[in-house]
């Protein structure tokens, strides 16, 4: 049993890994919504250790002119600095989108003990959707990943986001 909200709920084990998994998802979203607010695609990433947030982040490559500027690579460079180490074994990525090719490679250089994601991304998704790059038996790494969480909500905002677009383009 773990103790949880000061003594006022114990919880197991797996819920405990429940809740910490709504929370920091939650917080991408947050990070989603920032980059939907910035004109990006809507992609949100924490990267966190236990209850320690060490990074968040997201997409940023129209602002900074910088194709690699994806939420989880931005993510995973500040807590590797702010760590003083490029690996971050024992953390955890929360992103709202499935990665890509690129952010699977950064994942597993970075030794990203658990991928969590809350959308499939159809068109690009390298982790289940188009490639199943982290379970590639030939990299020396193996990320536990869970998906789904706050799918929904994940959906829609990408969702909407180019829904949006779509909308204003017809308009001009």
Not at 92 to 108: D, N, Q, R
Not at 115 to 132: E, H, M, N, P, T
Not at 141 to 163: K, P
């Amino acid at each position: 049993m773990y103790l949880l909200d000061k003594g006022q709920k114990f919880l197991s084990y797996g819920k405990m890994i429940e809740a910490y998994d709504d929370m920091f998802m939650e917080m991408a979203l947050e990070e989603a919504r920032a980059a939907r607010a910035a004109g990006e695609v809507p992609v949100g990433a924490v990267l966190a250790c236990g209850s320690d947030i060490l990074a968040r982040a997201h997409n940023r490559p129209v602002v900074l002119s910088d194709p690699s500027a994806h939420a989880e690579i931005l993510a995973i460079r500040a807590a590797a600095q702010a760590r003083a180490n490029y690996r971050l074994v024992g953390a955890t990525l929360y992103v709202t989108l499935e990665p890509c090719i690129m952010c699977c490679g950064a994942i597993v250089q970075a030794r990203i003990g658990r991928l969590v994601f809350g959308a499939r991304d159809i068109k690009g998704g390298a982790v289940v959707s188009c490639y199943q790059l982290l379970n590639d038996e030939k990299l020396n790494h193996r990320v536990a990943v869970t998906e789904g969480v706050r799918q929904d909500a994940c959906a829609e905002i990408m969702s909407g986001f180019f829904r949006e677009k779509r909308i204003t383009s017809a308009l001009r």
